[in-house]
């Protein structure tokens, strides 16, 4: 019985877990980037200044992580294409990657 909760626990827990830390940190970019922006922009604008200007500087930020995520990617694939283009390290590539496969973030999705 003793089994049956901890397994509950630990499932619901890696649930929930990566919602709750993505809100939390969401939460604290907002809160660190509110009240400096904040001030910055009372300098150009007279008050009030823009409420939730950290809103709006948290998600420039993450839109910027997700296209600097998507041009990465893009990179790498370029990369890759050119590795598998020559026979030897073709070989080598092909192993080094499929060796590693079971700990990529991908494969376990």
Sequence with gaps: MFTKL???FVTG???IAP???TVVVI???FNHLDAPLR???ADFFPPPALPGIGMLA???LIMIAGVSTFIAKALFGALE???LGIPIIRTLYSWVK???SPFSPEESA
Aim: hydrophobic share 65%.
């Design 81 to 83: 294409r050119l590795l």
């Design 13 to 15: 827990l890696f649930l």
């Design 58 to 60: 948290t998600f420039i």
């Design 98 to 100: 499929q060796l590693l």
């Design 27 to 29: 939460l604290w970019l």
């Design 39 to 41: 001030s910055i922009v």
């Design 6 to 8: 901890q397994r509950w």
């Design 19 to 21: 919602t709750y830390i």
